[in-house]
């Protein structure tokens, strides 16, 4: 299996917290977080991983070279902010299998993989990962039915609900409408339409979900997180 790993965010809520560093290697109980990522990743059998880099990349780059776990690692670096739609189309012309599964690097998903894979095999349409939090105020809302999602709620509304995980799975020319290094927001750009236009499935994780991209999160990570180091 062959995935993309988004770590060129700026980490601006972060910045108070950790400065010296890009946020997806924020310290997590003595390890980068996305070393806690990249082992997660490698246990659950994938064997490539393309990297999109942007703020201080060569200190991911760096630190993991070309190979982790028994896994490829492939970097592509950012010029300028492409916004998520436009940095998974970048790291996509670099994807070697017909379809790719992409993770936030600022998010941790204990994703059931084999189980997702099972579900691209079947139909072959693309996927959003869901998982149920106790509230949604942060994340707005996944509207789902019959398996596919319909659409999405704004941000705000409290309480219990389907969120959108930041996790994917695409076929590798999902995105190609859209040129090569022009910035796009994934969710507000294109999935916003493209769930009205063709079936998007929803695969609901029941595993282990946590954001550090606030300094809460990221201090409640470090106790989350400590069996996965």
Same mark, same amino acid.
Request: proline residues 5%.
């Given at each position: ?127 959003? !990962? ?6 949604? $105020?942060? +994340?707005?809302?996944?509207? %789902?039915?019959?398996?596919? #999602?319909?659409? *999405? ?26 040129? !090569? ?6 969710? $507000?750009? +294109?999935?916003?339409?493209? %769930?009205?236009?063709?079936? #998007?499935?929803? *695969? ?26």
């Amino acid at each position: 299996m062959e995935a993309i790993v988004l770590a060129g965010g700026f980490g601006t809520r972060l910045r108070q917290v950790v400065s010296d560093v890009p946020k997806p290697m924020a310290p997590i109980a003595g390890k980068p977080f996305l070393e806690i990522l990249l082992a997660s990743l490698a246990r659950k059998g994938f064997d490539r991983v393309i990297l999109s880099l942007g703020f201080m990349g060569e200190k991911i780059s760096g630190y993991f070279g070309s190979q982790f776990g028994g896994m490829e690692l492939v970097y592509v670096q950012e010029d300028s902010p492409l916004g998520t739609g436009g940095a998974i189309r970048l790291a996509m012309t670099h994807c070697e299998s017909d379809h790719v599964f992409v993770f936030n690097g600022d998010t941790f998903v204990d994703l059931e993989a084999d189980l997702v894979e099972q579900v691209w095999q079947k139909d072959q349409r693309p996927i959003i !990962v869901g998982r149920e939090v106790l509230d949604t $105020t942060r +994340y707005g809302r996944l509207l %789902v039915m019959d398996g596919t #999602v319909k659409g *999405f709620s704004e941000k705000g509304m409290a309480g219990p609900g389907l969120i959108n995980a930041g996790c994917y799975v695409f076929p590798k020319g999902q995105l190609d409408s859209w040129p !090569v290094n022009t910035p796009f927001s994934l969710e $507000t750009d +294109y999935l916003v339409s493209a %769930v009205t236009q063709e079936p #998007v499935n929803v *695969f609901q994780t029941a595993g282990l979900f946590i954001d550090i991209g606030i300094p809460e999160d990221f201090s409640l990570a470090q106790t989350l997180l400590a069996d996965y180091v």
